[in-house]
């Protein structure tokens, strides 16, 4: 290992520590209640709502067995990954993502303008994905994206469509425990994603890294959609800020379950009942390390804003609403390259 590349390295307050605390406390919750079946008996879920409930709250995370995912579909998906990367970085580029398709693969994000230890490829869920040509409020153009078909592994492209339609499902029944822990009607949230939804899919690979203590693989951020859902593999790295004391907390990998995560959206729509949390990725000197986080995003033109049944005079909306497509070009645009300022944040629509 030569110079490193400054570009990787993180503030000093914002390096891991290489001494982990291990997550006791992210809650696993047991789907099997709802798995075989929609969720139309409020009575016969009580309980399952009640644990969703208080991990939102409490955690911002919390992590899913007895899913409904097949555990084969997502072991096909993980062999496909790990095939693709260990492609030759010529061959990889040949699907770059560009600023006009942000689809396909990538090796130099920035979060918070570090460089991410790590090479990705993105992948919509719908192809076409409509969204905003721009992130100016005033232009009304439309652009859409379009996923990439590299040639190998074989059916790769097939491959993840068909672990995007598993994961949806299971998107759309957390949704509804998630609508019913908040006293809402199961099917509140479901119009926002029933047509032109903007989910994503992103297959991570973090290669070993040669100063774990320097660098990240995925730099502290807040997920920007409504619900992720990540398949982390046996190495583990994710690391979950907890709110009760802020310490980052590392979330100890456990075979065919899921890590689950409210982002901004639900943030917004729950008026901070249920926080999106912080979270990052390290790496290590000696083991590469795969994910695959599914980000679980609305229709562009979906307004987000503090729900009516969930504000009143004494809590009164704390944001203002924004349109989900411009927040997301946004977001994009800024993760191509090293910015001056401050990338597009919650906050920044928060009501002072
Ligand atoms: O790889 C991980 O464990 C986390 C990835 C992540 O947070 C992201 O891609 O947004
Ligand atoms: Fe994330």
């Known amino acids: 290992m030569g110079e490193v590349d400054p570009a990787f390295i993180q503030d000093p307050e914002h390096r891991p520590k290489l001494s982990i605390i291990q997550a006791e406390g992210i809650p696993i919750i047991d789907l099997s209640p709802i798995t075989n079946h929609t969720v139309s008996d409020p009575s016969s879920i009580e309980g399952l709502v009640k644990e969703i409930g208080s991990a939102c709250k409490e955690w911002g995370f919390f992590q899913v067995t007895n ?8 072991q096909r998906i ?7 990367f260990s492609q030759s970085l010529e061959e990889k580029r040949k699907y770059r993502r560009d600023e006009i398709s942000p ?16 090479e990705v490829f993105d992948f919509q869920a719908r192809d076409p994905t409509f969204i905003p040509l721009t992130s100016d409020e005033q232009d009304d153009r439309l652009n859409h994206w379009h996923n990439p078909s590299p040639e190998y592994p074989p059916h790769f492209r097939e491959t993840i469509q068909e672990y995007v339609e598993e994961v949806e499902k299971l998107c759309f029944k957390l949704l509804e425990l998630i609508a019913l822990s908040l006293g809402l009607e199961a099917k509140r949230f479901e119009e926002f994603f029933i047509k032109d939804q903007t989910s994503n899919i992103r297959l991570n690979h973090y290669p070993p890294c040669a100063y774990p203590h320097l660098a990240l693989g995925v730099g502290r951020h807040k997920d920007g959609g409504a619900l992720t859902v990540l ?11 907890r709110k009760a004391d802020q310490e980052w907390i590392r979330v100890k990998p456990t075979p065919n379950t899921y890590i689950i995560n409210v982002g901004d959206i639900i943030q917004v729509w729950s008026n901070d009942a249920y926080e999106s949390v912080e979270h990052r990725a390290m790496v290590n000197s000696e083991k590469e390390r795969f994910s695959i986080p599914f980000f679980f995003n609305p229709a562009h033109y979906t307004e987000v804003k503090p729900l009516e049944e969930l504000t009143n005079e004494r809590n009164p909306p704390k944001y203002r609403p924004y349109k989900w497509g411009k927040f997301l070009v946004h977001r994009k645009g800024s993760n191509f390259k090293k910015q001056n300022v401050e990338n597009i944040q919650i906050y920044h629509y928060k009501i002072a």
Do not use: C, I, M
Request: net charge negative.
């Open 67 to 74: 899913h409904g995912v097949p555990l084969s579909l997502r």
């Open 78 to 84: 993980e062999e496909a990954s790990r095939l693709f």
């Open 231 to 241: 398949a982390q593999d046996e190495v583990g790295g994710l690391e979950v800020k």
């Open 103 to 118: 689809s396909g693969y990538y090796d130099t994000e920035h979060t918070k303008n570090v460089r991410d230890w790590k």
